[in-house]
């Protein structure tokens, strides 16, 4: 059996099976991008980085909005906002890494990504899908 490498560390399990195996994904992502700023040599690209958490993103948003939806969540407007919120930003940090010149720029443009997908990931985890996860596990 090959074990696999957990990088999602568990104060960040929420509770709901489906949910926190997607966000173990992300945390591969942000592994990812750790490594290649660590090591400019790396087999990690940044831009096959950004590309892949930029699609992930978008599935793992969806999943959550259908289930809010199913489930007539109260607070899915707020939810869905800082989920709007993280793709707008995103999409900023992707344009402005597609129009840099050399590696010193990109690796600046991912040092500001990681130190905001950090942020993000531990408040919007750690508290509002934390929220949903508990609602999601009363509805079943």
């Known amino acids: 059996m090959i074990e696999q490498e957990n990088y999602m560390p568990e104060k960040f399990r929420i509770g709901h099976p489906a949910i926190d195996v997607q966000h173990e994904v992300l945390f591969v992502f942000y592994h990812e991008l750790m490594l290649s700023l660590q090591n400019a040599d790396d087999s990690y690209h940044l831009s096959d980085i950004f590309l892949g958490l930029g699609s992930y993103v978008l599935n793992h948003f969806k999943f959550e909005e259908d289930a809010m939806l199913a489930t007539h969540y109260e607070q899915s407007a707020a939810h869905c906002e800082e989920h709007h919120l993280l793709k707008e930003k995103v999409a900023e940090f992707h344009n402005r890494f597609v129009s ?7 690796h600046a443009i991912a040092q500001e990504i990681a130190v905001f997908l950090a942020n993000w990931l531990e408040h919007h985890i750690a508290e509002v899908d934390k929220q949903l996860a508990h609602h999601l596990n009363q509805w079943q």
């Open 100 to 106: 840099v010149k050399n590696m010193k720029e990109e």
